[in-house]
Nanobody, 115 residues
Framework: QVQLVESGGGLVQPGGSLRLSCAAS????????MGWYRQAPGKQRELVAV???????NYADTVKGRFTISRDNAENTVYLQMNSLKPEDTAVYYC?????????WGQGTQVTVSS
């Protein structure tokens, strides 16, 4: 059974930082592209960042220079370091794993940026 379990969300002030983690089980983690998506209230889910099995990364324009995605294949975990957070970053953040036609989602973790 595949599980993606996110953690690290919470309430942070504008300008602050958070690090999200996603622990994967039930997949050969190193073979999967991993990503983070987010969904704000009333909006569609959007890609935030992705890291391939070869460690290539890509970011949404709205988070470039502020967010960093990384992975630890030994720990089956993908991270999202979020710095200089803005109120518009408020959303539920979802972990995503993809290999070919197989894809899996985590349950999401809430990130709220507010003073």
């Amino acid at each position: 059974q595949v599980q993606l379990v996110e953690s690290g969300g919470g309430l942070v002030q504008p300008g602050g930082s958070l690090r999200l983690s996603c622990a994967a089980s039930g997949i050969i983690f190193s073979r999967y592209a991993m990503g983070w998506y987010r969904q704000a209230p009333g909006k569609q889910r959007e890609l935030v960042a992705v890291i391939t099995s070869g460690d290539r990364t890509n970011y949404a324009d709205t988070v470039k220079g502020r967010f960093t995605i990384s992975r630890d294949n030994a720990e089956n975990t993908v991270y999202l370091q979020m710095n200089s957070l803005k109120p518009e970053d408020t959303a539920v953040y979802y972990c995503y794993a993809k290999l070919g036609l197989s894809d899996y989602w985590g349950q999401g973790t809430q990130v709220t940026v507010s003073s």
